[in-house]
């Protein structure tokens, strides 16, 4: 379907002759809850280390290419906005930390971002909490934000704002006269307009979102939906199939667009001698005859304890996998000062003890379970060691682990089992064994054949997935975003568009 809201594609190809024409490569301005890098002591003077992540890795040598800047919170009491320059390979590029305070973190981030957007947003209706006080917050601090942004982004530049921590910040830009195209790109799942619809603020958030010229999703679904709520709510004039929103007067394009991850790092680091050592290295630590493999961050999203309790099946059903297959579950803890997580965490651990106590003995443990946070070359190491990987959340933008498990596999062997309510699901459509994560016979069932499946098999499936991550690696996300950008807004006038 040659529509926006299928791919963009064809706006891209529509667009770059005039772009090539228009100034190229204009300085990037992008926002992102996260830092790209932390300040670090290193010999008495201060170093930077590089947060990990795809974004950043994406990201990172556009805005240094584009004399960029990068602008993100960071905790800490004092109200002064600290601008570093943060030096390494190529050209340095501008850091704004954003300090926020621990009660406006504990409002915005934890209350609204993540107690009412996200589970909002993944469709998890018991779990959301919408409070007035963590809204105001979330409000103020999009508005502060938005002060930083216009004082930076002449009408040179070209903004990025990235995810549901800053809904409002495009519409608040456009009011404090940022007049510099604006990109958004959401890397959560959009929900159907009846779940969207809880939310009391559900108008202030699709306005504030339409302030962008463009806004990305990683799926189609995700794009109808934000698309029909706009319609809905709003009562904004929309073209679903063509993908795009006007509202008061200034239009948006909507479009799919999956992310990628960075490829040829995890290529290259699975060809490293040292990381296929370190592989083996596990694998004779485990013991075991086939190795299945869950990474995640501890989230309720991303189905752990349903994926254990279908751990608990497949040994109860094929009692044959007993003392040869080990599951490990490496889930690094995240968000830990909310509740739900915290509750997440105990269940988690509580089905790990019964069904080690359960099935284990002097000599096997049936799952090996640890809140690490990896470095890249050991979580390279045992998406290497592994037979299987286990991804099955309940719901999931996009999932990088998918995506990174499978650029690893460069020998074409191993089974990536992945649930259908993961965005990935879209682009491994085929590759993977797919799974209803709520079905936790089925998941039990899909192990039995993922352990059991013949190596013609798995390598058919592997050469597939490797040929759709590689193609949408993260370099060709930026470029499908950056290419349907409008690139000044002036041109919309030419092109007869209106704006706002
Ligand atoms: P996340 O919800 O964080 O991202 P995901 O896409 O799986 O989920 O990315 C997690 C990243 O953290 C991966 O790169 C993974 O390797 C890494 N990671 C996880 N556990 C780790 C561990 N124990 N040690 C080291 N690294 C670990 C959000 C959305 C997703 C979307 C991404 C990008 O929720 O749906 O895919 O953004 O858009």
Excluded at 175 to 187: L, T, V
Excluded at 372 to 389: P, S, T
């Amino acid at each position: 379907m040659s529509t926006h809201l299928s791919t963009t594609a064809a706006a891209a190809r529509h667009l770059r002759p005039s772009l090539r024409e228009a100034t190229d490569e204009p300085r990037l301005i992008v926002v992102s809850n996260r830092e790209p890098y932390r300040p670090r002591m290193e010999d008495g003077a201060t170093g930077w280390k590089r947060t990990t992540g795809g974004l950043v890795s994406a990201l990172e040598p556009l805005v240094r290419r584009r004399n960029g800047t990068w602008i993100a919170w960071s905790p800490g009491a004092e109200r002064r906005i600290v601008r570093s320059r943060v030096p390494g390979d190529g050209a340095s590029f501008a850091m704004l930390q954003v300090p926020l305070s621990s009660d406006e973190v504990e409002r915005y981030y934890e209350g609204f971002a993540n107690g009412a957007l996200w589970p909002l947003f993944h469709s998890f209706v018991d779990r959301c909490r919408f409070e007035c006080d963590h809204w105001e917050e979330y409000r103020r601090i999009n508005e502060r934000f938005a002060d930083v942004l216009v004082e930076e982004a002449d009408d040179e530049a070209l903004v990025w704002i990235h995810d549901y921590h800053f809904c409002l910040l495009p519409r608040l830009a456009r009011e404090r006269g940022c007049s510099a195209p604006i990109a958004y790109f959401c890397h959560i799942p959009f929900p159907a307009p009846e779940i969207f619809q809880l939310l009391p603020w559900r108008r202030a958030v699709l306005a504030g979102l339409l302030g962008a010229d463009l806004i990305g999703f990683h799926c189609i679904s995700y794009a109808r939906h934000f698309v029909a709520s706009c319609r809905q709510f709003l009562g904004a004039d929309v073209s679903l199939d063509g993908g795009t929103v006007v509202f008061e007067g200034r239009r948006s394009r909507v479009v799919a667009a999956p992310i990628g991850i960075e490829v040829q790092e995890f290529e290259s680091l699975s060809r490293d001698p040292a990381v296929v050592a370190r592989s083996l290295e596990i694998r004779e630590r485990l013991g075991a005859e086939k190795v299945i493999l869950g990474v995640d961050r501890l989230d309720y999203t991303k189905g752990i304890a349903a994926r254990l309790q279908a751990i608990d099946e497949l040994f109860e059903r094929h009692p044959e996998h007993r003392r040869r297959v080990t599951f490990v579950q490496v889930a690094v803890r995240s968000r830990s000062r909310i509740p739900e997580y915290q509750e997440t965490k105990q269940r988690v651990d509580e089905l790990v003890g019964r069904i080690n106590g359960g099935y284990g003995d002097a000599e096997w443990q049936p799952i090996r379970y640890s809140n690490d946070g990896l470095e890249r070359e050991e979580l390279v190491a045992y998406y290497l060691a592994c037979d299987v990987c286990l991804v099955t959340p309940l719901r999931d933008g996009m999932n990088l682990v998918a995506l990174e498990f499978c650029a690893c596999r460069t020998q074409e062997d191993g089974v990536l089992v992945l649930s259908e309510f993961a965005g990935a699901s879209e682009l491994l459509d085929g590759a993977a064994l797919t799974v209803n994560p709520y079905a936790v016979h089925e998941m039990a069932e899909a192990l039995h054949q993922s352990i059991v499946m013949p190596h013609a098999e798995q390598e058919r499936r592997m050469r597939r997935a490797r040929r759709r991550v590689t193609k949408h690696d993260v370099h060709h996300w930026v470029e499908e975003i950056l290419s349907a950008v409008p690139r000044r807004r002036r041109r919309l006038v030419e092109q007869g568009m209106s704006v706002g």
